[in-house]
Each structure stands twice: as structure tokens, then as C-alpha cells.
């Protein structure tokens, strides 16, 4: 996959709700291939605002045989990209953007199955993707629970309801709204441990449950997780991606790694880009871009995948991993953005 930037036009920008738009851009005939995508993946984008450089990763909310290129962008309080999509962005603007990456996705073989989707809020942009590919392209079945404080505030609410109304006979949607009454007690509240157990008996206990697909902020995920688990749903069954800039501060390892002067070489396009880093300092990525680096990145809080990289000698520790697959991390790949030398050398490639 390449981590390079190309310069896209951008097609088109609805209101969908107060606040969010959604985006299209135009992809030349050159690079469709470069940005050919599996439901769920995301781009990442990178312009200058207010004379700083600013990257940000959205999901693309169209499905591969759209031939689209849209991603949803809801306003945030602070948000300096997505006030400025909200609020400035207009059709005709450049954008820098990578291609598509990303681990949630759905895959040509789930098409068949019966797949259950948890959003909440703009959770639903990587969700709506899969759900349209499997409804439209596969045989299986639909099971959407999605989250909102109300009725206003449901992104893609009326092609929601277009889509249900189209495949009625493969298609379920319940909404629960936090601030509104829906008319049904189990639609009321938020998605927690105890709202989840409560759908699971009322939708899903008497159905099968093939994969689960969860999109939204930290605790939503983990109670649904939890939730799902203790139904006796396997952990290899839900994928998730995390939405949201809550993310839990703690460190997934509580190690203390010993202070080591390492010689740290890493390889992109070819290059060869090569610094002292002691094993307590910056991260692997950080550390380079003062060196002078160009490394793909986003997010720099282990969340998305865009800083992924593969150690080809010496070893790693991570801070966090919310994005790699443990498959990934047993082929030795990492999330630079937390990643701390523990040898004393390490040579990373991002060309693998």
C-alpha cells in the first residue's frame, strides 16, 4: 500500500446533519487503482491551517462499487480540520490524500454472513460502508444498532431508510437515542454493557451472529465487546475501530525498559534514514521526524494504522496498540508513533 500523498480535487460536499458534511473526491483514472479500498478503510488527509501542518483520517462512508470516494467529517468542539471541513471547505479545493488503508474492513468472503454493526455517532461512516457492500454486492444479512443523542442528529438518516426499505426482508435497524424517547424502552439510553445485553436477547439471541463490526468511542467499544463475549460471541468474531479523542491514557505495558543508547535505521522508498535513540526518549517516529524524516502518520495515538511499519532486526516495545491485528504483531509489524527501541539496533522498513 502506498504511503504516499497525491493532490485530489475535491467532487462534491453535503450537509448532513448541523453538524457534518460529507466529501467526494475526484480520483483520476491513473490512481484508481492506488486508491482501490475494502469497506471500513479510511484517508487520511493532510493540508496547512493556520500555518501549521495538519493530518487527519476519516472513513470512507461509500462502498467499493459506488465508485465513490466520500468519507463523513462531523464537527468537534477544538477541531481545527473539522471545523475547517464544516465550515470553509468548498468543491473545487485540493486536498492532500494517502490512499486507503486500515484493518476494519470487510472482506469478499463475509458478504455471505449474517453481520451485526454497532455505531455510534460518526461511527456510522465505516459501518454504512460495509453495510451497503454486503447488502448490495453479497446474499447476507444486516443487523445495524446505532447510537445517537436524537433523531436530528442521525448521519445518513434518510439513506438509512432508503436502504431499509429496499431490502426489508435483510435489513434491521434499531436506533437508540440518549436524549430523545424513540417509543420503545430498549431504544432509550446509551449503548453500554447493560443496553447491549439487553438488544442481544431482544435481536439477536435466536438469530446467528457470523462477524461483528463495532465503530465508535472507547467505552462503547468495550462494553459491546464485553457484552458480546459473555453472550459466548468469539473475540475473533468483533473487530472494531475506535472513534473519538477519549482514548484511555493508560499504557498497555507497565515495563519499565531499561535506558539503551540504540542505533536506529529505518527504510522507506529504498532510503535509508539512520539516528541514535535512547530506549526511554521519543517515539521511533518522532525520533525520526527530527532527523529530518518524512514518515507516513496520522493520528500519532495508535489508533489508525497509517504509521505501520515492519521490524526487520532488534526489538520493539509499544506504548498502546488499538490498530494492529495480533497476527500483525507476530509478523513483527508495529505502530511507530508507540514504539521504543528494546535492543541495541533496530531496523524498521515501512516498505514492507
Keep these: 500500500m502506498s504511503s504516499h500523498f497525491h493532490s485530489l480535487k475535491i467532487k462534491d460536499i453535503r450537509k448532513e446533519t448541523k453538524d457534518c458534511v460529507s466529501v467526494?473526491?475526484?480520483?483520476?483514472?491513473?490512481?484508481?487503482?492506488?486508491?482501490?479500498?475494502?469497506?471500513?478503510?479510511?484517508?487520511?488527509?493532510?493540508?496547512?491551517?493556520?500555518?501549521?501542518?495538519?493530518?487527519?483520517?476519516?472513513?470512507?462512508?461509500?462502498?467499493?462499487?459506488?465508485?465513490?470516494?466520500?468519507?463523513?467529517?462531523?464537527?468537534?468542539?477544538?477541531?481545527?480540520?473539522?471545523?475547517?471541513?464544516?465550515?470553509?471547505?468548498?468543491?473545487?479545493?485540493v486536498l492532500e490524500v494517502m490512499p486507503p488503508m486500515g484493518n476494519f474492513k470487510l472482506t469478499a468472503e463475509d458478504n455471505s454472513k449474517s453481520i451485526v454493526l454497532f455505531a455510534a455517532g460518526s461511527g456510522i461512516t465505516p459501518v454504512f460502508s460495509i453495510l451497503k457492500t454486503v447488502l448490495q454486492d453479497g446474499t447476507g444479512d444486516v443487523t445495524l444498532f446505532y447510537g445517537n443523542k436524537g433523531f436530528y442528529?442521525?448521519?445518513?438518516?434518510?439513506?438509512?431508510?432508503?436502504?431499509?426499505?429496499?431490502?426489508?426482508?435483510?435489513l434491521r435497524i434499531v436506533h437508540v437515542f440518549s436524549r430523545e424517547s424513540p417509543g420503545s424502552k430498549i431504544q432509550k439510553g446509551r449503548i453500554n454493557k447493560e443496553k447491549c445485553n439487553d438488544l442481544y436477547d431482544a435481536f439477536l439471541a435466536k438469530t446467528t451472529v457470523d462477524e461483528v463490526f463495532i465503530c465508535g468511542p472507547e467505552q462503547m467499544i468495550l462494553d459491546v465487546k464485553s457484552s458480546l463475549t459473555e453472550k459466548g460471541i468469539a473475540s475473533s468474531k468483533i473487530h472494531f475501530e475506535l472513534f473519538g479523542t477519549n482514548l484511555s491514557k493508560e499504557k498497555s505495558t507497565q515495563e519499565?525498559?531499561?535506558?539503551?543508547?540504540?542505533?536506529?535505521?529505518?527504510?522507506?522508498?529504498?532510503?535509508?534514514?539512520?539516528?541514535?535513540?535512547?530506549?526511554?526518549?521519543?517515539?521511533?517516529?518522532?525520533?525520526?521526524?527530527?532527523?529530518?524524516?518524512?514518515?507516513?502518520?496520522?493520528?500519532?495515538?495508535?489508533?489508525?494504522?497509517?504509521c505501520k511499519a515492519r521490524v526487520l532486526e532488534g526489538t520493539v516495545s509499544m506504548d498502546v496498540n488499538y490498530a494492529l491485528t495480533h497476527e500483525e504483531v507476530e509478523q513483527g509489524y508495529v505502530l511507530t508513533c508507540q514504539a521504543h527501541p528494546t535492543s541495541a539496533f533496530v531496523r524498521v522498513s515501512f516498505d514492507d
Design 256 to 306: 519499565i525498559r531499561p535506558s539503551l543508547s540504540t542505533k536506529v535505521e529505518i527504510i522507506l522508498d529504498e532510503d535509508l534514514i539512520d539516528f541514535e535513540l535512547d530506549s526511554n526518549g521519543p517515539t521511533i517516529l518522532d525520533a525520526a521526524q527530527q532527523a529530518g524524516a518524512d514518515l507516513p502518520f496520522a493520528c500519532k495515538g495508535g489508533v489508525c494504522c497509517t
Design 153 to 170: 442528529g442521525v448521519i445518513f438518516r434518510e439513506e438509512l431508510e432508503a436502504w431499509k426499505n429496499k431490502y426489508m426482508d435483510r
Design 24 to 93: 467526494s473526491f475526484e480520483i483520476p483514472n491513473e490512481l484508481h487503482a492506488a486508491y482501490s479500498f475494502l469497506p471500513g478503510q479510511y484517508l487520511t488527509f493532510k493540508t496547512i491551517l493556520n500555518n501549521s501542518e495538519v493530518r487527519r483520517s476519516y472513513s470512507l462512508c461509500s462502498a467499493p462499487s459506488e465508485n465513490e470516494w466520500r468519507v463523513a467529517i462531523k464537527q468537534v468542539e477544538n477541531g481545527v480540520f473539522s471545523t475547517f471541513a464544516n465550515n470553509v471547505l468548498k468543491i473545487g479545493d
